[in-house]
C-alpha cells in the first residue's frame, strides 16, 4: 500500500482535532474557519463509518451520499494539496468514526490534537438525542488509542484541550492551541457571523441549530449535570479515559 502520510504537503499545517460528540467541536471548527489562512473539513469519516457500522443515524443516506465511503480516499484529500492553497488545514474529526480496521499511518502526516469534556456533560447532552449512549458512542477509548499512539511515535505528549476551559476563557485557550501548533493566534477566532456554511456536513440540520445561530462561544456552563441514573454506570466507565486524557492538558 502506498504510504498515505508521506503524500503530505510538507509546508501545509494539518490539525486533526479528535473529539466525540456533544461537544464543542463544531463552534472549535468554526473559530478556524473563521481564520483568512485556514481551511475546514467537517468529520470527513462520517460516511464511511455509517456504510461500515449499519448504524441509523439521522440523515443517514444523505451522509452516505455526500462523501467518499472509502477511508483511503478520505485520506487522499487530507494529506493531499489544502483547498484554495490556504496555510492550514483544520480537520474536525469525531474520534469513534477511526474505525479499527482503518489504516493509521496517516496520523504520522498531521497533527494530531485532542478535545475532550466531562463525560457528565456529554452523554446529558448526547442522551437527549439519541437515548442510549455507548462507550464506544463517547469516543473516548479511540480518543486514547490515538492519543497513546501519538505519543509512543513521535516522544511528545499532543495538544489537549478541554471544552469547559475553552469557554471559560476562549482567547487564552485559543491562543495555547495555536502556540501548541506552532501557528499565531488570530483574534478573529472568537467571533463569528451566524449563519451556516458549505463546509458543514449536511447532517447540520439535525445537530447544529445552536451553532448555526452563535456568532461566538457560549458562556461556560455553571450547573451540574442532570445525569439520568440509568446512565451513571456509563460515566463512571468514561472517567478513567477522561482523565488520562485531561491529565495531559
Known sequence: MTNLAAAAQPTAVRIAMWSGPRNISTALMRAWENRPDTWVVDEPFYAHYLAQTGLDHPGRAD????QPTDWRAVVADLTGPVPEGRAIYYQKHMAHHLLPDMGRDWL???TNCFLVRDPARVLTSYAKVR??????DTGLPQQLEIFRRVQAETGRT???IDADEVLADPAAALAGLCAAVGVAFDPCMLAWPAGPRATDG???THWYAGVIASTGFAA???DTPDLPARLRPLADECAGFYAELRAAG
Open 131 to 136: 437515548g442510549e449512549p455507548t462507550l464506544a
Open 220 to 222: 461556560p456552563p455553571t
Open 158 to 160: 499532543p495538544p489537549v
Open 63 to 66: 451522509v452516505i451520499a455526500s
Open 202 to 204: 449536511v447532517w447540520a
Open 108 to 110: 504520522a502526516g498531521v
